[in-house]
């Protein structure tokens, strides 16, 4: 299977989870990779610039309409939610999913429809179910699921929501998951 775009969702415990997975990539990981991670609306892009600097990785805070481009990492901005159109991003001020905006179920879904069954979901720790409708509509278009072992999982809510209630294809110690996405994306070129 050819896999042309991954989708991350975390929570609580987000920040050094995403720096664990992001920092785990080799720059000339071939995929692009959206990231919500739920966070307050005062933060602005320092979470991106933070990243940029735990990744050999291009990391940005997305902008709306912006084109999606392998081999970056994409950041929603806090109190957006972040949606996949095509081939560019879309970001709305819709009502919060879940009590949360940005929301993981709208990306994960939104990915879902424009890239069908070429979409990784990935979804890391957190409190909430956020992540659980977004990740079973990936695996109903034949995408893949991948899920942070929630035992070790700072906020085991999310990821044992995810079990719970979705056919996952692999759950992983999270220092585990960049090596396995290293692994299922070897050698893939893709034209986003």
């Known amino acids: 299977m050819a896999f042309q775009f991954i989708a991350v969702g975390a929570s609580l415990g987000g920040l050094k989870a995403l720096t664990t997975v992001l920092g785990g990539l080799q720059k000339d990981f071939p995929l692009p990779i959206a990231v919500v991670q739920h966070r307050s609306h005062e933060d602005s892009e320092s979470l991106a610039s933070l990243l940029g600097t735990r990744t050999q990785l291009p990391v940005v805070e997305v902008d709306d309409k912006e084109t999606i481009r392998e081999g970056h990492v ?26 949360a905006r940005p929301s993981i179920d709208v990306l994960f879904e939104s990915a879902a429809e424009s890239f069908r069954d070429s979409v990784i979901g990935v979804l890391l720790t957190g409190m909430s179910k956020d992540g659980t409708a977004g990740l079973k509509r990936i695996k109903e278009v034949g995408g893949y699921a991948v ?8 906020g085991q809510v999310m990821p044992q929501a995810a079990i719970d209630s979705v056919a996952v294809d692999k759950i992983l110690p999270l220092e585990d998951i960049a090596c396995f996405l290293a692994t299922l994306c070897a050698g893939q070129r893709t034209e986003v």
């Open 147 to 154: 899920v942070q072992d929630p035992f070790a999982a700072e």
């Open 74 to 99: 994409y950041i929603c901005p806090s109190n957006y939610h972040l949606a996949v159109e095509g081939n560019y991003f879309a970001l709305s001020a819709d009502a919060p999913v879940l009590c």
